[in-house]
C-alpha cells in the first residue's frame, strides 16, 4: 500500500472514530455520504495517476488521422471530482456537528431521522 492511500485509510478511520463518538456509524446519511466521498478520493487518486502518466495536453486524432494537441480530460473531471468531493465533506461535516455526542439527548427531528 502505498503511504499516501495508508495515510489515508487511517484518517478514514479517524473520522469513523469521531463518528461512532457521536452514533453516526450508524446514520444512513452520515454512512453513505462517507462511502460517497470514499469512492470520490478514489477517483482522484486514478485522476492524479493519469495525469502524471500523459501530462497536461495529449494528442487528439481527428477522422483525417491529423493529430492535435489538446488538454488532457483527466484534468477536467479531477476538477469536478475535486469540487464534488468538497462538496461532500461539507455535508459529512454538517452531519456530524448536528448529531449530539453519545449520551446527549436527542431532539425529535434527530431520533426521527437516526430511524
Not at 22 to 42: C, D, E, H, L, P
Not at 82 to 107: H, Q, R, S
Request: proline share 3%; glycine share 6%.
Amino acid at each position: 500500500m502505498a503511504k499516501n492511500a495508508a495515510s489515508l485509510k487511517v484518517q478514514a478511520e479517524q473520522i469513523m472514530k469521531k463518528a461512532e463518538q457521536k452514533g453516526a456509524q450508524s446514520n444512513y446519511f452520515f454512512v453513505t455520504t462517507f462511502q460517497r466521498y470514499q469512492m470520490q478520493i478514489r477517483i482522484l487518486s486514478d485522476l492524479e495517476k493519469a495525469i502524471e502518466e500523459y501530462g497536461a495536453t495529449v494528442t487528439k486524432e481527428y477522422v483525417k488521422g491529423r493529430p492535435n494537441l489538446t488538454a488532457n480530460p483527466a484534468i477536467t473531471e479531477y476538477n469536478r471530482t475535486a469540487t464534488a468531493a468538497n462538496g461532500t465533506v461539507a455535508t459529512l461535516i454538517n452531519i456530524l456537528k448536528t448529531l449530539p455526542d453519545e449520551g446527549e439527548p436527542k431532539d425529535a427531528l434527530s431520533e426521527f431521522l437516526d430511524g
